[in-house]
């Protein structure tokens, strides 16, 4: 690496974009009466840019139950706390992908994730997401938002980057999560190296990666305790971009006890068959609820000392090579 580079390295790795991500906090959500605003308040805690939250977390308090007049007050809290907002969906259909359009519009949002949770053979499930994401657009005529297509544990690298380039909307792009390609039977970095063209924005998180019927699976721990090549996927993502970063947010999505299944494998059909499936969700066990709860929020803010941690070490690396 040039001399040039590293002082571009330890640069952004100094100021990477941070974003608290509401699945860290998935159970808490779910059982802990946990609502939105509170993840805003966590990352302004913690020094943070701005947060990742799905339209459905927080039950009967999700953004997607929301009134237009309470997502506007809701954006101006955001935005008084001085942190940029990220929506999220589980879908590319119509009714689900205009509604989170409309909150992520609402709160004055400035990114929106989705991605395809079709049943059918691989070649439909493109086609069906082409058509779907070609309607942005419309959605959003001013291009107020930019979009994320995420890599969700069924689509391999070429079919995103198929996708992405069949609908050539430039303001959508993709979002790299560093664990949801192991049940694609892909690989973290060959995956990266893959998609890092059109990559800007990222969820990071690890996992131990299991074998299953011929395929990968993935557990999702914590942070540093898995098989996932965190740093060396943090240095190439900063790195993404010549002139400015090309990753705009980092979201810190630690998922202790998620498990996802292989959905693609090795000795597959040519046109394989995706299963139905429903969006992300971890169990909460058969144990004492609050203390798992309590867990869940310990292990959050871990994540953001981990990282840091990591973030520092390229720091420090890349300006003692200098030297």
């Known amino acids: 690496m040039s001399a040039e580079s590293r002082a571009q390295l330890a640069a952004r790795a100094r100021c990477a974009p941070l974003f608290a991500h509401a699945y860290a906090f998935h159970l808490n959500f779910r059982f802990g009466g946990m609502k939105p605003l509170h993840l805003a308040e966590f990352a302004k805690a913690q020094g943070l840019s701005g947060l990742k939250i ?21 954006g101006a809290a955001i935005g008084g706390l001085g942190l940029e907002l990220h929506v999220e969906t589980s879908t590319t259909e119509l009714p689900g992908l205009s509604d989170a359009v409309r909150i992520a519009l609402a709160t004055g949002a400035t990114s929106l994730r989705c991605y395809p949770r079709y049943e059918g053979r691989v070649s439909e499930i493109v086609e069906w997401t082409i058509a779907d994401l070609r309607r942005l657009k419309i959605l959003d005529p ?35 999560d560093f664990g949801n390609m192991i049940n694609a039977f892909e690989m973290p970095m060959s995956a990266l190296i893959a998609q890092s063209p059109y990559i800007t924005e990222v969820h990071v998180k690890d ?6 019927r011929g395929g990968w699976a993935h ?11 965190m740093l060396a996927m943090l240095v190439e993502l900063l790195l993404l971009g010549r002139d400015k970063p090309q990753v705009l947010a980092f979201g810190l999505e630690e998922e202790e006890g998620y498990f996802a299944p292989a959905l693609r494998f090795a000795s597959e059909a040519r046109d394989p068959f995706i299963p139905a499936r429903s969006p992300s969700f971890t169990a909460i066990g058969t144990g004492n609820q609050q203390a798992r709860l309590r867990q869940e929020a310990v292990a959050a803010r871990r994540q953001v000392d981990t990282v840091r941690s990591l973030l520092q070490r390229i720091t420090t690396q890349a300006e003692k090579v200098q030297e």
């Open 142 to 176: 001013d291009g107020r938002l930019r979009f994320t297509l995420e890599q969700h544990e069924d689509l391999k690298s070429a079919e995103l980057i198929r996708i992405i380039e069949a609908v050539a909307n430039p303001r959508l792009s993709l979002l790299f």
């Open 207 to 212: 996992c131990l990666v299991r074998p299953d």
């Open 219 to 229: 557990l999702a721990c914590l942070s540093g305790d898995g098989d996932l090549p």
């Open 54 to 74: 799905h339209v459905e977390d927080g039950e009967q308090a999700s953004l997607a139950r929301m009134p237009d007049e309470e997502l506007r007050a809701f």
